[in-house]
């Protein structure tokens, strides 16, 4: 597989996080808390939904190093802020977009590729800057058929 590199726009979105590490990997709670609330969200681009890692400075793909799970939608404008959200600026840069097909039951082994594999392979190197995947009208949690796209920053 190889991937698409793109150069993103500074993104602006409103969600909840959570911090987790790989062993405490609690995404079921983030997104059972964000999607009876999604619709609080003024003025959002689209219904595409985004599930964010930010990483901290040392970040080290450690099982137990801790991080900042998102889930969010994309904004138009930040002039109101549901209480108990926050906004979080995706900054401009350029990411190795890959699209990851399945019911989720491999997507540590996709994950562990794209760093190990594809992106060697492909001259680029993993940026500790946000990344995410986007879940759109493809996307059904746990299906065969589910798709979503997986933005890595590249450099």
Do not use: C
């Not at 964000?34 to 689209?46: A, G, K, L, T, W």
């Amino acid at each position: 597989m190889q991937p698409e590199i793109r150069w993103l726009p500074e993104i602006q979105l409103i969600g909840i996080s959570l911090s987790m590490t790989l062993e405490t990997y609690r995404v079921d709670d983030l997104w059972r808390t964000f999607m009876p609330r999604r619709y609080e969200i003024p003025n959002p681009v689209s219904e595409v939904l985004f599930h964010v890692q930010v990483n901290p400075d040392t970040y080290n793909f450690a099982p137990n190093m801790p991080f900042e799970k998102w889930a969010a939608l994309e904004v138009a404008t930040v002039d109101f802020i549901p209480v108990g959200m926050q906004v979080l600026t995706i900054p401009a840069g350029q990411y190795a977009v890959f699209t990851y097909s399945g019911d989720g039951s491999d997507a540590a082994a996709f994950f562990r590729n794209i760093y190990t594999q594809w992106l060697p392979k492909f001259g680029l190197v993993w940026e500790n800057r946000i990344q995410f995947e986007l879940l759109g009208e493809k996307y059904k949690k746990n299906a065969a058929d589910s798709e979503e796209q997986i933005f890595i920053p590249v450099r």
